[in-house]
């Protein structure tokens, strides 16, 4: 599977991103400051050339239903809209969009099926003209053998009269033939497939509105809310990515229930070298616009782009290290003091911690426990106006919950993080 990336410094207008982008910070792009037609971003891709192909809605959901907007190309300059009247698109319900080798865009549409796109033809697969089992084209994921997954069903998104496409299930499509998989001949948890992520060692893994499958070698894992394998906030799953280290970011999202409605509750990781699963960012916790999310997407820089049900948001949460030769953090100034969360959190045994100052300061970092008593001073001199980050190693720690804490001149911010072992 090719890996997407974005690259700030292809366009002026990430110019002023990037500098936000040394230290944890979220950008949210909504009707008001860019060119999406509607708040309800669906899906997400990023091109090698950092273009972003964006999926669009209206308004969605129980409440009712207006229709799609489109498939959106954003340059970091212009905002540029296909829609049925110029474009080869069955339908301005978009699902799912990814990028294969060639940069061909494959789109995923409800009610039209599966759209090839290569920056010239439309090609239009459908349950008339192929195998896949239905037009509701949930997510899509390739792997490096260039098979696509295709998973199935409206994941929710959909109020027809209340009327609920319950999907049919995983397919595989090797640009020949289909292979469909269901939850009678596999050990899906539903037929109703709402995302797919395939990691560099093969292994899938498949998000439902019954919880989370992963794949390796033949075997089916099943993780859910309530099956004590995961801290998933909840069962309905509705998009993944997994990150430069392997973990798997897993968002969450409102779903329609006949005895009641659940809602989305955050994001979520999944770390890869503990397998154990990581802390939840919510509407609580963090700066996300809502607890709905509908695609997450990681760029090479490691921002985390997420789309949620009212607006776009971006989020570092280790900032961005290197991204011009000549470039280095201390070179911009930022414009007040902060202390940044810690990175990762949970964590074993090693966490980033990340602060900013806006002249030279005296500077004392330094890690209490519970009780309070200081077990470790990570910085303790005077130090140049610019962002600084420290890495503290807690292999000699007992697991449990820690403060750090940050003064700097007539600056004195505390913050917590757990060390997981």
Request: hydrophobic share 35%.
């Amino acid at each position: 599977m090719k890996h997407i990336y974005f690259a700030i410094l292809a366009f002026p207008f990430f110019f002023n991103t990037l500098i936000f982008a040394q230290n944890e910070e979220w950008f949210v792009y909504d009707t008001t400051n860019s060119g999406l037609r509607g708040y309800y971003v669906n899906c997400l891709a990023i091109e090698e050339n950092g273009n972003v192909w964006i999926g669009n809605y209206s308004k969605i959901g129980h409440g009712g239903f207006t229709g799609g907007k489109g498939l959106i190309l954003y340059d970091g300059l212009n905002w540029t809209v296909y829609d049925t009247l110029n474009s080869g698109l069955p339908t301005e319900d978009i699902s799912c969009i990814t990028i294969d080798n060639s940069d061909t865009k494959w789109i995923g549409t409800y009610g039209g099926g599966l759209v090839k796109y290569d920056d010239e033809n439309w090609i239009i697969y459908d349950i008339t003209n192929s195998g896949i089992p239905s037009n509701n084209v949930s997510s899509i994921c390739i792997d490096d053998s260039g098979n696509k997954w295709i998973g199935t069903g409206t994941g929710g998104l959909y109020d027809m009269g209340g009327l609920y496409d319950n999907g049919n299930g995983l397919a595989k499509f090797n640009d020949t033939d289909w292979i469909v998989y269901n939850s009678s001949n596999s050990e899906l948890p539903s037929n109703n497939i709402t995302c797919i992520e395939i990691d560099d060692s093969g292994t899938k893994y498949i998000g439902t509105i019954e919880g989370l499958v992963e794949i390796t070698d033949g075997y089916w894992e099943v993780y859910t809310s309530t099956s004590g394998t995961s801290s998933l906030p909840t069962d309905v799953i509705s998009c993944m990515a997994i990150d430069i280290d392997r973990n798997i970011w897993v968002g969450t999202r409102y779903w329609f229930y006949e005895n009641g409605d659940e809602y989305g509750k955050g994001i979520v990781q999944l770390i890869r070298d503990t397998f154990g699963w990581g802390f939840v960012y919510d509407e609580g916790n963090s700066e996300l616009p809502n607890n709905d999310i509908y695609c997450i997407e990681i760029d090479k820089h490691g921002n985390i782009w997420i789309g949620t049900r009212e607006g776009l948001a971006k989020f570092n949460g280790d900032g961005v290290s290197s991204v011009e030769d000549d470039l280095t953090s201390t070179e911009i100034i930022p414009h007040s003091f902060k202390l940044n969360n810690n990175y990762p959190n949970p964590f074993n045994p090693t966490t980033t911690i990340g602060y900013q100052l806006p002249a030279v300061s005296d500077v004392e970092l330094s890690i209490y426990n519970l009780t309070g008593q200081k077990v470790a001073t990570l910085v303790s001199e005077r130090q140049n106006a610019g962002y600084h980050k420290v890495e503290w190693d807690a292999s000699g720690f007992a697991s449990g919950l820690y403060y750090y804490r940050l003064e700097a001149g007539e600056f004195l911010d505390v913050k917590k993080m757990i060390l997981l072992r």
